[in-house]
């Protein structure tokens, strides 16, 4: 069940109720605010309409014993496909892009009769991440529909899509989830967590069900504890930062640590709003540093309990003691 977005459910059902369904939807928002998950949702009644038995009620949610939104939850119909990117090694690390021989492959969808209705559906989440071959191929699809072909595309950032893409889509905005949105989700999907848990969850997602859960089980509490008591108090003795460093400078921290290198940007730059004149340049040229770090220890494999010393060393200088 989706939670939030009612405004755009309700576009696309005045759409489809009025017979005038355009053959592309570009879905556009921060990531992980649920855009592919509204996809799944929109292509599954679609298609539960379109095969029968008929679904009474307004909205885009498919009853989960309807046949259709069985054999979509077991990755089996037909008529549908998702692109996204692929695992590239065992170690189930993505791929940089979705590729041209994966659009290509849609070539044997269009190729043949639909199989259980009028209707087919392709999801691409995300077109961000197609390489530019690939986008060309998709766009002469989108140029010429395939007949009864429906594409539901997802991106985070449709500034950087070609033009041509974006001219032959219609647009339809995400924003971000309330507070209360969030707490219902979270809860709905974590229901073991501690209340205490579910709050941090709501702060780090900012919006974002996808980046809270993506957080889930990482005691996400318990780090921003810490970063609060740099920023209010410093690390006069270095107690904190050794103990920070200590708990995510092993291997087997890595999914926290990796939190934490999220999470310290995020927190600089919400303080750095509530400053001003010298203050916030100063916060903001701390943000500018952490986010590099952030950036680039992963990926350059720097050493974990040195990087997370010296994040914590850029967040004792938010402290009230750290002024000149």
């Known amino acids: 069940m989706l939670v939030g977005h009612d405004g755009q459910v309700a576009t696309l059902r005045q759409a489809v109720d009025s017979g005038r369904l355009h053959h592309a939807w570009l879905?556009?928002?921060?990531?992980?605010?649920?855009?592919?998950?509204?996809?799944?949702?929109?292509?599954?009644?679609?298609?539960?309409?379109?095969?029968?038995?008929?679904?009474?009620?307004?909205?885009?949610?498919?009853?989960?014993?309807?046949?259709i939104a069985h054999y979509i939850r077991a990755g089996s119909h037909p008529d549908l496909r998702i692109l996204e990117r692929l695992a590239k090694d065992k170690r189930d690390d993505l791929a940089r892009s979705i590729t041209i021989e994966q659009v290509r492959s849609l070539q044997g969808l269009f190729a043949t009769t639909a199989s259980l209705s009028a209707r087919r559906i392709v999801i691409i989440d995300s077109i961000d991440d197609l390489e530019r071959s690939a986008a060309n191929a998709l766009l002469k699809n989108l140029e010429e529909p395939p007949a009864g072909t429906l594409f539901f595309l997802v991106s985070h950032v449709p500034g950087r899509l070609l033009p041509t893409i974006r001219s032959r889509c219609r647009l339809l905005?995400?924003?971000?989830?309330?507070?209360?949105?969030?707490?219902?989700?979270?809860?709905?999907h974590l229901p073991d967590q501690p209340?205490?848990?579910?709050?941090?969850?709501?702060?780090?997602?900012?919006?974002?069900?996808?980046?809270?859960?993506?957080?889930?089980?990482?005691?996400?509490?318990?780090?921003?504890?810490?970063?609060?008591?740099?920023?209010?108090?410093?690390?006069?003795?270095?107690a904190i930062r050794s103990t920070l460093a200590r708990q995510l400078g092993t291997r087997t921290a890595q999914a926290r640590y990796e939190a934490y290198l999220d999470r310290v940007p995020a927190r600089i730059a919400a303080e750095a709003r509530r400053r001003e004149g010298a203050a916030l340049a100063s916060a903001v040229a701390l943000w500018e540093q952490a986010r590099r770090i952030g950036e680039s220890a992963v990926r350059l494999s720097l050493d974990q309990a040195t990087t997370t010393f010296e994040l914590a060393t850029l967040l004792t200088r938010l402290a009230p003691s750290a002024a000149p």
Do not use: C, W, Y
């Open 27 to 67: 879905l556009t928002g921060p990531e992980g605010v649920g855009k592919a998950s509204f996809a799944i949702a929109a292509a599954t009644r679609l298609l539960a309409d379109a095969a029968g038995p008929p679904i009474h009620g307004e909205g885009i949610e498919t009853p989960e014993n309807h046949p």
């Open 195 to 238: 209340a205490a848990e579910i709050e941090a969850l709501i702060i780090a997602g900012d919006g974002s069900p996808g980046r809270a859960l993506s957080f889930a089980g990482l005691d996400i509490a318990a780090l921003d504890e810490a970063i609060e008591r740099l920023i209010d108090q410093g690390d006069p003795t270095n």
């Open 173 to 188: 905005r995400f924003g971000r989830l309330s507070e209360e949105q969030m707490r219902r989700l979270l809860r709905r």
